[in-house]
């Protein structure tokens, strides 16, 4: 069986609104419960990534003759896209559990005929 992720269902998302494939009540709920219990793994692997930059920032500030040139060197790093992706998918994760929950309900009336 395979595991469920985040990714995994965030792309199981994408593919049914690419695919134009109408998603149930029940399907956006499941979703948003599931993004919503596995989002903790996300954000401390964010905290961990920002923990990192924080201590790479402070040795170039070091290193370094002005805050501008280690910010720059700083955001040149793999580990600042990294971080940055990270945020930026628990902002995702945010969203789609908002989105879900507001679909689920509209899906509902819609069945209720309200």
């Known amino acids: 069986m395979e595991k469920v992720t985040t990714d995994l269902i965030l792309n199981w998302l994408k593919e049914a609104v690419e695919a ?5 009540p029940l399907e956006w ?16 692997l964010l905290h961990k990534m920002q923990q990192v930059v924080a201590q790479k920032k402070l040795t170039f500030l070091g290193e370094s003759k002005s805050v501008a040139e ?30 879900a929950k507001i679909q689920a309900r509209m899906t509902d009336e819609q069945f209720k005929g309200y």
Not at 92 to 98: A, G, V
């Open 29 to 44: 709920l499941d979703a948003a419960q599931k993004l919503n219990a596995l989002k903790q793994d996300e954000t401390m």
């Open 20 to 24: 134009k494939r109408p998603i149930s």
């Open 70 to 99: 280690a910010k720059l060197k700083i955001e040149a790093e793999d580990e600042y896209k990294f971080m940055r992706d990270q945020m930026d998918k628990c902002a995702m994760i945010e969203e789609q559990i908002r989105i």
